[in-house]
């Protein structure tokens, strides 16, 4: 019997296959597709992932400003942070943040999706984040993934 057919591959940077891939979010929920979205940058999909390795596509996400959030989200739900004054505390919620800089709900959600290590900061430089239906990475030759069909 062979026994090279029963290791276990690991992945590594040089063995890892990265893609590229354009997602849409217009009329996606902003919970669920984020989640969605922090499984490919993660390669969790992928047959060989490994845990401790950057094995998922880089991912771009187009029409980040026709996000949808449930309910009273939009006006109820607050993003909070400390500018490192004293009484610093600042907070905004996602209708006023939408206004500004569409691109940064969706960055947040994902980004909250991510491991919170080296690991994490790297995953998430591969997420590209683009307010409206055109992007600037068509040199990748993206391929569009149809997000609705990913469990």
Request: with cysteine; hydrophobic share 35%.
């Amino acid at each position: 019997m062979n026994t090279l057919s029963y290791k276990t591959v690991s992945a590594n940077a040089a063995t890892v296959d990265k893609n590229w891939v354009v997602v849409d979010a217009e009329g996606q929920t902003l919970g669920r597709f984020a989640s969605k979205v922090a499984l490919l940058l993660r390669g969790k999909r992928k047959p060989n992932y490994t845990p401790h390795v950057d094995c998922g596509d880089n991912v771009i996400i187009v029409n980040a400003d026709k996000v949808v959030l449930g309910g009273n989200k939009m006006t109820e739900k607050k993003y909070i942070w400390h500018t490192g004054y004293p009484s610093g505390q600042r907070t905004t919620n996602p209708e006023n943040l939408m206004a500004k800089f569409p691109e940064r709900v969706l960055e947040k959600a994902v980004k909250g999706m991510l491991p919170k290590n080296r690991l994490g900061a790297d995953l998430f430089r591969n997420l590209h984040v683009y307010a409206g239906p055109d992007h600037k990475n068509e040199a990748q030759k993206p391929t569009v993934f149809n997000i609705n069909e990913f469990k």
